[in-house]
């Protein structure tokens, strides 16, 4: 029941997600952020993992298990075991694709 409650609450964000994108219009398309917070964590602890993409089609953070989608701002919590390097890739109706890097320092 918590998972189809959790399911719900994430699709109710992707559309508000979603309408923001549309209403902010515009052709760029560019990875404007994608950040950890914190940058350093100690083993056991999470971290967020936020990204702003306007105009994509499709996101993808890897490696982490969570769907994501186009946002101009949205975060997922992460806890890795051990220092490690996440990768936003990115991709417009046009199919070209950008991507950025970003670790997670674990002590």
Known sequence: MERQAAQARAEKQHEQDRAAVEQLGGREFAILSFYASPAVIRRGESARLC?????????KLEPQPQPVWPSTAHCVDVSPAKSITYTSTVEDAAGKTLSQDVEIKVR
Request: proline share 11%.
């Open 51 to 59: 990204y702003g993409v306007p105009n994509a089609k499709t996101v």
